[in-house]
């Protein structure tokens, strides 16, 4: 939970007094008023206190009907004190949440020994909030969902572009007659490429070759098609009268 302090200025002195405690008493009331207070760790970051707490509890609840709160930083056995109260913010899950554990996890130690845990989008298996390695478009995932994933998304953005190459290629504007010319040129250079390569050397750069190869011969074809589907498309309907 995030509390807000923008109303208030506070000098230098008392941020390192802020950021140098992580103990507080949180103050919540619920919808009817009635008050609830109790102590608990937090950080303060960026200009604002976080605390954490587990669903279920009775200040979780309070905040949800009324979304203010108090918090009284203290030092024991010296008169300095501090206290901030303005609206709080509830953060349940997303990057922000993810970045927030990862400090809690750097300066506290009892996160450190009860680790928050997430779930993998795929399998649902318990995961750690720590890794970054495994967070692909704003989704986590366990070590054995990841690498497939991750091939996935790959795949599909080369899928995507090459799409997108193909719709520029046959553009409605392009003519039938271009696009045969295209197609013949094409074959014709295929053929010289294909005269040239040694199918019997193996070498990565012949390889490489043959690749291309494939992927002209593929372009070809994608054009050929092109040509067939307008046709058809061009053919008017005949419906045979009884």
């Known amino acids: 939970m995030k509390g807000s302090v923008d109303e208030v200025s506070l000098t230098e002195k008392e941020i390192r007094f802020l ?23 937090y950080v303060w970051h960026e200009g604002s206190p976080y605390i954490v707490t587990d669903y279920g509890t009775r ?27 303005g609206p709080v913010s509830i953060i349940e899950k997303g990057e922000e949440y993810r970045k927030l554990y990862k400090i809690f996890h750097a300066k506290l130690d009892w996160v450190k020994r009860d680790p928050w845990t997430d779930f993998c989008s795929r399998c649902g298996k318990t995961i ?4 970054p390695l495994l967070e692909l478009k704003g989704l986590r995932f366990c070590e054995d969902c990841y690498p497939d994933v991750k091939r996935e998304h790959a795949a599909a953005s ?55 190869i494939l992927t002209d ?18 053919r008017t309907p005949t419906v045979k009268s009884k």
């Open 59 to 85: 200040k979780l609840k309070n905040l949800r009907e009324n979304p203010h709160a108090a918090i009284l930083v203290d030092t024991a056995g010296t008169q300095k004190l501090l206290l901030i109260s």
């Open 158 to 212: 080369i899928s995507d572009k090459m799409d997108r190459k193909n719709r520029a290629a046959f553009a409605d504007d392009e003519s039938d007659e271009n696009l045969r010319g295209s197609i013949i040129k094409g074959k014709q250079a295929l053929a010289a490429k294909e005269n040239e390569f040694k199918w019997d050397n193996p070498s990565l750069s012949l390889i490489a070759s043959a690749l291309r």
């Open 217 to 234: 011969q593929n372009k070809i074809m994608m054009k050929q098609n092109e040509l067939i589907l307008r046709e058809l498309e061009s």
């Open 128 to 131: 750690s909030l720590i890794d």
């Open 19 to 41: 950021e140098q405690n992580e103990l507080c008493r949180f103050a919540t009331a619920s919808k009817k008023g009635e008050p609830h207070v109790v102590p608990v760790s």
